[in-house]
């Protein structure tokens, strides 16, 4: 067995981007990751994982005993603006947070119980849904919706 080595996997320090497996398909670019079931993975973010970055490549699936494919993770709170694919429309100025399938979307509204989610950024552009959005990212944070 051939052992892989990433160039930029091993402890230190990096320029806003990390370079990881992908543990699973990734269909299009720009879609939120979270940490995979190894540390050298990346997995998609759904709406209750804490995201490390946007995931600026596109991967197949890996086939069972194949080697899995290496993928850039631009991450957030990084000093540069990044991309990410709206799951909804999305208006300048709103706090983003993960949606389903690595996408992003914006606070819920306010309900009967206080709701927690993670904020990753603040849209500096409008988008539709399934539509690409630039955004000023954060490191992930809890933001707690306040009930109505």
Do not use: R, W
């Given at each position: ?25 990734i269909?299009t ?23 490390i970055g ?25 000093p ?31 309900t ?16 539709a849904?399934?539509?690409i959005i ?10 707690v919706?306040?009930?109505?």
């Amino acid at each position: 067995m051939t052992q892989l080595i990433l160039s930029n996997s091993v402890v230190g320090t990096h320029a806003c981007n990390i370079t990881k497996q992908a543990e699973e398909a990734i269909p299009t670019k720009y879609l939120l990751g979270k940490f995979g079931t190894q540390e050298t993975d990346v997995a998609l973010c759904g709406t209750s994982d804490l995201p490390i970055g946007i995931i600026t490549d596109e991967a197949a699936a890996p086939t069972s005993g194949g080697p899995k494919e290496i993928v850039n993770v631009a991450l957030l709170g990084s000093p540069d603006t990044l991309q990410a694919v709206a799951s909804t429309a999305i208006a300048a100025g709103a706090i983003l947070i993960p949606a389903e399938s690595g996408k992003v979307t914006t606070l819920p509204e306010p309900t009967e119980s206080d709701q927690i989610c993670t904020m990753i950024g603040i849209a500096l552009t409008s988008a539709a849904a399934n539509q690409i959005i630039e955004f000023m990212s954060c490191v992930s944070q809890q933001h707690v919706v306040k009930s109505s």
